[in-house]
């Protein structure tokens, strides 16, 4: 398996972890975006937003159910959640994940 996250999350490639569990896993981002640039990514692999159904859609909920805690960790107050699906929206690394930004106000909004 080729996929960066895989590799990750097997421990083939070293990562700042801020949190993990049976399910998931939350780094540090390489090229951070803001001061704090947190990726949460699900252990499945599942390529982008829209493979997402409704027999692997439970660790969706869960990285929902965590954020709060991982941002508690970080010590964020008001964050934004950003998903890039597929190429055509930015999308670089093909295994799902959330993009957790804080640690300053953030500007600048698309929605
Ligand atoms: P996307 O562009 O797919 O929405 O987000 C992919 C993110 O993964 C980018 O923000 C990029 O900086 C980050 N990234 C790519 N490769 C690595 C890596 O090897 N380690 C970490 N921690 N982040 C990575
Ligand atoms: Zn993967």
Known sequence: ??????????????S????EDEKIIA???????????VLVIPKMHI??????????????????????????KLG???YRIINNCKESAGQTVMHLHFHLLGGKTLGEKIV
């Not at 996250?5 to 070293?14: A, D, L, S, V, Y």
């Not at 692997?56 to 929902?64: A, L, P, S």
């Open 27 to 37: 780094i540090h981002d390489l090229n951070p975006q803001a001061p704090t640039h």
């Open 47 to 72: 390529a982008c937003a829209d493979d997402i159904n409704d027999d692997n859609c439970e660790v969706v909920g869960h990285i929902f159910a965590k954020i709060p805690v991982i941002a508690e």
């Open 16 to 19: 700042n972890k801020v949190y």
């Open 1 to 14: 398996m080729s996929c960066i996250f895989c590799k990750i999350i097997n421990g083939e490639i070293p």
């Open 76 to 78: 964020l107050d008001g």
